[in-house]
Protein backbone atom coordinates (compact mmCIF):
# COMPACT_ATOMS: atom_id res chain seq x y z
CA UNK A 1 0.00 0.00 0.00
CA UNK A 2 1.41 3.59 -0.50
CA UNK A 3 1.74 5.83 2.20
CA UNK A 4 0.12 8.95 1.76
CA UNK A 5 1.07 12.64 2.31
CA UNK A 6 -1.27 15.63 2.64
CA UNK A 7 -0.16 19.02 1.41
CA UNK A 8 -2.55 21.88 2.98
CA UNK A 9 -3.87 25.37 1.62
CA UNK A 10 -5.32 24.10 -1.00
CA UNK A 11 -5.18 20.34 0.55
CA UNK A 12 -3.15 17.92 -2.32
CA UNK A 13 -3.14 14.62 -1.57
CA UNK A 14 0.25 12.37 -2.74
CA UNK A 15 0.58 8.80 -2.90
CA UNK A 16 4.26 8.01 -1.85
CA UNK A 17 5.89 4.39 -3.64
CA UNK A 18 8.96 3.44 -2.34
CA UNK A 19 11.41 2.14 -5.48
CA UNK A 20 14.88 -0.09 -4.95
CA UNK A 21 15.32 0.74 -8.48
CA UNK A 22 14.44 4.72 -8.14
CA UNK A 23 17.66 6.64 -7.31
CA UNK A 24 16.09 10.15 -6.84
CA UNK A 25 11.96 11.29 -6.14
CA UNK A 26 9.97 11.56 -9.30
CA UNK A 27 6.34 13.03 -8.97
CA UNK A 28 3.50 12.67 -11.50
CA UNK A 29 -0.09 13.98 -11.94
CA UNK A 30 -1.93 11.36 -14.23
CA UNK A 31 -5.02 12.59 -15.87
CA UNK A 32 -8.55 11.11 -13.78
CA UNK A 33 -6.88 10.54 -10.76
CA UNK A 34 -7.05 12.87 -8.04
CA UNK A 35 -3.80 12.01 -6.07
CA UNK A 36 -0.54 13.04 -7.40
CA UNK A 37 2.09 10.26 -7.27
CA UNK A 38 5.59 10.77 -5.97
CA UNK A 39 8.18 7.63 -6.18
CA UNK A 40 11.04 8.14 -3.93
CA UNK A 41 14.56 5.80 -3.32
CA UNK A 42 13.45 2.92 -0.96
CA UNK A 43 15.89 4.39 1.94
CA UNK A 44 14.84 7.83 1.13
CA UNK A 45 13.25 8.76 4.54
CA UNK A 46 9.71 10.37 4.63
CA UNK A 47 10.97 13.91 5.71
CA UNK A 48 12.79 14.28 2.64
CA UNK A 49 9.66 13.16 0.76
CA UNK A 50 7.27 15.87 2.09
CA UNK A 51 10.36 18.11 2.06
CA UNK A 52 10.89 17.72 -1.81
CA UNK A 53 6.77 18.20 -2.23
CA UNK A 54 7.00 21.39 -0.67
CA UNK A 55 9.44 22.12 -2.73
CA UNK A 56 7.48 21.57 -5.83
CA UNK A 57 4.43 22.34 -4.44
CA UNK A 58 3.62 25.10 -6.76
CA UNK A 59 4.05 23.35 -9.80
CA UNK A 60 2.14 20.86 -8.49
CA UNK A 61 -0.60 22.50 -7.24
CA UNK A 62 -0.57 24.07 -10.69
CA UNK A 63 -0.59 20.40 -12.64
CA UNK A 64 -3.33 19.27 -10.75
CA UNK A 65 -5.61 22.49 -11.48
CA UNK A 66 -4.76 21.37 -15.44
CA UNK A 67 -5.35 18.01 -15.11
CA UNK A 68 -8.78 17.26 -17.44
CA UNK A 69 -11.94 17.13 -14.76
CA UNK A 70 -13.24 13.52 -14.21
CA UNK A 71 -16.33 12.71 -15.89
CA UNK A 72 -18.37 10.14 -15.07
CA UNK A 73 -20.05 8.25 -18.07
CA UNK A 74 -23.70 8.43 -17.63
CA UNK A 75 -27.20 8.99 -19.88
CA UNK A 76 -27.06 12.56 -21.15
CA UNK A 77 -23.09 12.46 -20.99
CA UNK A 78 -21.29 13.85 -24.07
CA UNK A 79 -17.89 11.98 -25.12
CA UNK A 80 -15.83 10.90 -28.14
CA UNK A 81 -16.56 7.92 -30.72
CA UNK A 82 -13.47 8.27 -33.66
CA UNK A 83 -13.14 12.11 -32.58
CA UNK A 84 -16.67 12.90 -32.59
CA UNK A 85 -18.15 13.90 -29.85
CA UNK A 86 -21.41 12.06 -29.16
CA UNK A 87 -24.30 12.32 -26.58
CA UNK A 88 -25.63 8.98 -24.70
CA UNK A 89 -29.25 8.59 -24.76
CA UNK A 90 -31.04 5.46 -23.25
CA UNK A 91 -32.40 2.54 -25.51
CA UNK A 92 -35.20 0.51 -24.97
CA UNK A 93 -33.32 -2.76 -25.81
CA UNK A 94 -29.98 -3.72 -27.95
CA UNK A 95 -26.48 -3.36 -27.27
CA UNK A 96 -24.99 -0.08 -27.65
CA UNK A 97 -25.24 1.59 -30.88
CA UNK A 98 -24.14 5.10 -32.72
CA UNK A 99 -27.19 7.39 -33.89
CA UNK A 100 -26.26 10.06 -35.66
CA UNK A 101 -25.29 12.30 -33.12
CA UNK A 102 -26.35 9.96 -30.40
CA UNK A 103 -24.53 7.04 -28.82
CA UNK A 104 -28.04 4.58 -27.73
CA UNK A 105 -27.11 2.73 -24.56
CA UNK A 106 -29.04 0.52 -22.14
CA UNK A 107 -30.59 2.68 -19.45
CA UNK A 108 -28.80 0.62 -16.85
CA UNK A 109 -25.24 0.09 -15.99
CA UNK A 110 -24.59 2.60 -18.89
CA UNK A 111 -20.19 3.07 -17.93
CA UNK A 112 -20.07 -1.20 -18.47
CA UNK A 113 -21.99 -0.96 -21.07
CA UNK A 114 -20.11 1.81 -22.88
CA UNK A 115 -16.44 0.70 -22.53
CA UNK A 116 -17.38 -2.76 -23.37
CA UNK A 117 -18.45 -0.48 -26.71
CA UNK A 118 -15.80 0.94 -27.09
CA UNK A 119 -13.21 -2.10 -26.64
CA UNK A 120 -15.03 -3.42 -29.53
CA UNK A 121 -14.49 -0.99 -32.11
CA UNK A 122 -10.75 -0.22 -30.65
CA UNK A 123 -10.38 -4.23 -31.41
CA UNK A 124 -12.21 -4.23 -34.86
CA UNK A 125 -10.04 -1.02 -35.83
CA UNK A 126 -6.55 -2.21 -33.99
CA UNK A 127 -6.38 -5.38 -35.27
CA UNK A 128 -6.49 -4.97 -38.59
CA UNK A 129 -4.26 -1.87 -38.85
CA UNK A 130 -1.35 -3.43 -36.63
CA UNK A 131 -1.64 -6.87 -39.06
CA UNK A 132 -1.63 -4.83 -41.93
CA UNK A 133 1.54 -2.97 -40.97
CA UNK A 134 3.36 -6.51 -39.58
CA UNK A 135 2.93 -8.22 -42.84
CA UNK A 136 4.48 -5.10 -44.63
CA UNK A 137 7.59 -5.39 -42.42
CA UNK A 138 7.11 -9.24 -42.32
CA UNK A 139 6.66 -9.83 -38.69
CA UNK A 140 4.09 -11.95 -37.61
CA UNK A 141 1.78 -10.61 -34.13
CA UNK A 142 1.77 -13.38 -31.65
CA UNK A 143 -1.66 -11.77 -29.81
CA UNK A 144 -3.32 -8.60 -29.12
CA UNK A 145 -4.70 -7.15 -26.06
CA UNK A 146 -6.92 -4.62 -24.64
CA UNK A 147 -6.12 -2.55 -21.67
CA UNK A 148 -7.09 0.46 -20.25
CA UNK A 149 -3.29 1.66 -19.41
CA UNK A 150 -2.69 5.27 -18.01
CA UNK A 151 0.98 5.71 -19.19
CA UNK A 152 1.39 4.60 -22.74
CA UNK A 153 -1.39 3.68 -25.50
CA UNK A 154 0.23 0.90 -26.76
CA UNK A 155 3.34 -1.99 -26.34
CA UNK A 156 5.05 -4.38 -28.19
CA UNK A 157 7.33 -7.63 -26.28
CA UNK A 158 10.44 -9.12 -28.04
CA UNK A 159 8.01 -12.33 -28.44
CA UNK A 160 5.37 -10.50 -30.62
CA UNK A 161 2.46 -9.26 -28.06
CA UNK A 162 0.57 -5.95 -28.78
CA UNK A 163 -1.20 -4.27 -26.33
CA UNK A 164 -3.03 -1.29 -27.18
CA UNK A 165 -5.40 1.76 -24.67
CA UNK A 166 -9.18 0.60 -25.62
CA UNK A 167 -9.57 4.51 -24.95
CA UNK A 168 -8.65 4.84 -28.79
CA UNK A 169 -11.38 4.04 -29.82
CA UNK A 170 -12.54 7.81 -28.51
CA UNK A 171 -9.71 9.40 -30.82
CA UNK A 172 -9.86 10.33 -34.18
CA UNK A 173 -9.37 7.18 -36.54
CA UNK A 174 -6.16 8.09 -38.06
CA UNK A 175 -4.81 8.50 -34.56
CA UNK A 176 -5.46 4.70 -33.80
CA UNK A 177 -3.97 3.82 -36.98
CA UNK A 178 -0.83 5.94 -36.55
CA UNK A 179 -0.39 3.89 -32.64
CA UNK A 180 -0.84 0.42 -34.37
CA UNK A 181 1.57 1.24 -36.69
CA UNK A 182 3.64 2.66 -34.27
CA UNK A 183 3.72 -1.04 -32.08
CA UNK A 184 4.26 -2.79 -35.27
CA UNK A 185 7.38 -1.12 -36.25
CA UNK A 186 8.42 -2.54 -33.01
CA UNK A 187 8.25 -5.67 -33.51
CA UNK A 188 11.85 -5.11 -35.34
CA UNK A 189 13.23 -2.24 -33.78
CA UNK A 190 12.62 -2.64 -30.08
CA UNK A 191 13.61 1.33 -29.24
CA UNK A 192 12.80 4.52 -30.00
CA UNK A 193 15.90 5.04 -32.27
CA UNK A 194 16.53 6.26 -35.96
CA UNK A 195 15.78 3.04 -37.73
CA UNK A 196 12.48 2.99 -35.71
CA UNK A 197 11.12 6.09 -36.63
CA UNK A 198 12.60 5.78 -40.37
CA UNK A 199 10.10 2.26 -40.12
CA UNK A 200 7.01 4.41 -38.69
CA UNK A 201 7.63 7.30 -41.77
CA UNK A 202 7.82 4.75 -44.24
CA UNK A 203 4.21 3.05 -42.82
CA UNK A 204 3.11 6.32 -41.89
CA UNK A 205 4.51 9.33 -43.50
CA UNK A 206 1.80 11.42 -41.74
CA UNK A 207 2.62 10.19 -38.44
CA UNK A 208 3.91 14.03 -37.16
CA UNK A 209 0.59 15.09 -36.80
CA UNK A 210 -1.23 11.89 -35.39
CA UNK A 211 1.64 12.01 -33.05
CA UNK A 212 0.70 15.85 -32.33
CA UNK A 213 -2.75 15.26 -31.68
CA UNK A 214 -1.64 12.26 -28.51
CA UNK A 215 1.08 14.42 -26.84
CA UNK A 216 -1.90 17.31 -27.07
CA UNK A 217 -5.11 15.75 -26.65
CA UNK A 218 -4.63 12.42 -25.55
CA UNK A 219 -4.74 12.73 -21.39
CA UNK A 220 -8.36 14.81 -22.04
CA UNK A 221 -9.71 10.74 -23.19
CA UNK A 222 -8.76 9.14 -19.61
CA UNK A 223 -11.21 11.94 -18.13
CA UNK A 224 -14.24 9.94 -18.52
CA UNK A 225 -14.71 6.98 -15.80
CA UNK A 226 -16.72 3.82 -16.84
Given at each position: ???V????DP??????R????A???T?????????????????A?AR????????Q???????M????S??????????P?????????????G?C??D??????P???????????????????????????????G??????T?R?????????????????????A?????V????????????????H?P?FW????????????E?A?LR???A??HR???
Open positions: MPEIRLDAVTVLLRSARRRFLTVRPGEDAARLTAPAAPEARLFLERAEWLRGAARAPIEPVAVGSTLVEGRPVTIRPAARPRIGDALLAPTRVGPAVAAFLKTRARDALAPAAHAAAATLAPIRSILDTRSRWGSCTARGDLSFSWRLMAPPELRYVAVHEAAHLLEMNGAALVSRLRPGFAARWREGALYRF
